[in-house]
């Protein structure tokens, strides 16, 4: 009888420890992946022609690019600016994805593919519409005065503000659809219409200087692209590349994650 007993206590022991071993800790449910942040600036000044046939096509392309990439999911948020003498007050619109990705996890197959085929039906709806809105920028034109000037410095600014409000690990890219010429009146400012830098020495110089304007800036991962007015046969005089010298150590001492062209067939990261 006591064997008897002894084996059913072993026994219920053993269920016990096969339950408490059995158990798992509640899982943690996966972080969400980061808000995607586009800021586009669109120069609206004289230097730059968006009637121009060349030009419209490549902003164009580049604005599709961008939207595509950067409205993938709720939340993904854009803004949009136009470039010019008061680019402090160049805001065009802003825009914030609205389109959730259900909850599949209870679903059976074929609804879960349906869900997930609705949902990207409706993101790309959300897409197209900010697209739309993008060229309508694109194509405004600009009938008053301060297409005569480019304020690209305040530009900065306007970054690091727009970050400051975002969640630290938010995906921030930066493009400017422009020319990139700075071109401000005014003491300790810098007009590269009418003195523009000659050499790599004189750009680097010049940004170097101009990097105190910025102390206090944070552009810290922020991913800046740029997309130049220009075809291959446009001549050095007209396009000066000492411009983009002179903005990459503008960049490069504000510790931005990287500073690039954007290529008509980039992939964006």
Not at 45 to 51: K, L, R
Not at 84 to 96: L, M
Not at 114 to 130: F, G, I, P, S, W
């Amino acid at each position: 009888m006591r064997n008897l007993c002894d084996a059913y206590i072993f026994g219920v022991l053993l269920y016990l420890l096969a339950a408490c071993g059995g158990a798992q800790a509640p899982q943690t449910p996966p972080s969400p992946p980061p808000v995607n942040y586009t800021l586009v600036f669109i120069d609206k000044t004289v230097s730059v022609n968006t009637d121009d046939d060349f030009v419209k096509n490549k902003y164009e392309k580049a604005l599709e690019l961008l939207v595509r990439r950067g409205i993938q999911k709720q939340g993904d948020k854009i803004d949009v600016y136009f470039l010019h003498e008061n680019t402090i007050r160049g805001k065009v619109f802003s825009y914030t994805c609205r389109t959730a990705m259900p909850d599949t996890t209870t679903m059976n197959p074929t609804d879960a593919a349906m869900a997930k085929t609705n949902y990207h039906l409706l993101l790309r709806k959300e897409q197209d519409k900010v697209l739309k809105r993008c060229l309508e920028a694109l194509a405004t034109p600009n009938e008053n005065y301060s297409k005569l000037y480019t304020d690209l410095w305040t530009s900065l600014h306007i970054i690091d503000k727009r970050r400051a409000r975002l969640p630290h690990d938010a995906r921030v890219r930066v493009c400017y659809l422009s020319d990139m010429v700075e071109s401000m009146p005014g003491n300790g400012r810098r007009d590269f219409f009418k003195k523009p830098p000659y050499s790599q020495m004189q750009a680097i110089q010049y940004a170097k200087e101009d990097l105190q304007h910025f102390a206090d800036l944070d552009l810290s991962g922020v991913e800046v692209y740029y997309v130049l007015p220009f075809s291959p046969t446009t001549s050095a005089t007209q396009s000066n590349p000492w411009m983009i010298a002179y903005w990459e150590t503008i960049f490069q001492g504000l510790d931005v994650e990287e500073f690039a062209e954007l290529e008509e067939e980039a992939q964006l990261p």
